[in-house]
């Protein structure tokens, strides 16, 4: 039992860590920092697992929606822009 | 539409030489002046002329493209035929409206029949028109009164996708069973700042200097706002893959 709640005692701290580093992620990718140089990405498995999940989601979206074709858009568009070239509003 | 075939005979190439913008593969095309004639006198100019590497032979697609730049008017329309689908696309995502992106893609074209004289080749003619795109859209963006030189939190004043949701397991589950319309549909929803540099960087492939000089902005401003975004985008998949859990 003590076991048990030191366990998740830790993992308290270890969420309190996480959100903490989270919070701080966006603005030090946007200082340039490498963040594998943190202790904490060194032995937190769930901060490294969001970013490789976040490249891992960009990355399938990129795929997804090259693979089908692109959507087509309404003819309506091409007339309009026949109309406008013919005025000379091109 | 009222395509109709274009010959492939090239004569568009002659019909407008020298003209500004003309295409790069112009250079190719075999100057009819005999050359070595220039050379030193009449003996000189008896000898047959050296042998020149045979010019390639323009594309359909350069063909097309010249006659436009000639001002054919139906090779306008071929090209629309060819690049309508790309350029509606990329409207569509980086605005995330039908109705805007159609006016857009409308307004891609007109700028693209006033200018195409002055594409020169020095990149494919669907990256150029690609960029074309890319700028009526900020520039659209732009009237509208979207400031893209602060994209921070300006554009979204409540990013609530909060590090305490965030921190789980990876979910791997995000994307490999989401259909591409609720993929489209997550990245129309993302707030405007974080849709414009999701789908350059991550969809169009831009570098984040690129996207710093496009939209006037610190590379640094894109690298984070882009993290956001992404952050966003997966909480917006995240939920219904969280509500087919609940089930």
Known sequence: ?90 | MPLSKTSESGKSTTASPGAPGALSTRASIQDPSPSGLESDGLAASLQPAAPTAPAPPLTPDAIILAQAQAGDHTAFAQLYSVHKRRVYSLCLRMLGNVAEAEDLTQESFLQLHRKIATFRGDSAFSTWLHRLTINVVLMHLRRKGLNLISLDEALDPSPEYGPARSFGAPDLRLTGSIDRMTLEKAVENLPAGYRLIFVLHDIEGYEHNEIATLLDCSIGNSKSQLHKARMKLREALRAPADEEVAK
């Not at chain 1, 270890?14 to 032995?43: P, W």
Request: net charge negative; glycine share 4%; with cysteine.
């Open chain 1, 1 to 90: 039992m003590e076991q048990r709640d030191a366990a998740l005692h830790d993992q308290d701290l270890f969420d309190e860590e996480c959100v903490e580093f989270q919070s701080k992620m966006a603005e030090r990718i946007g200082a340039g920092e490498n963040l594998q140089t943190y202790d904490h990405m060194k032995t937190c498995p769930r901060c490294p697992a969001l970013l490789r999940d976040l490249e891992y989601m960009a990355a399938s979206i990129k795929f997804a929606l090259q693979t089908d074709p692109d959507p087509e858009p309404d003819d309506l568009v091409w007339r309009n822009i026949e109309d406008k070239i013919k005025r000379g509003e091109a």
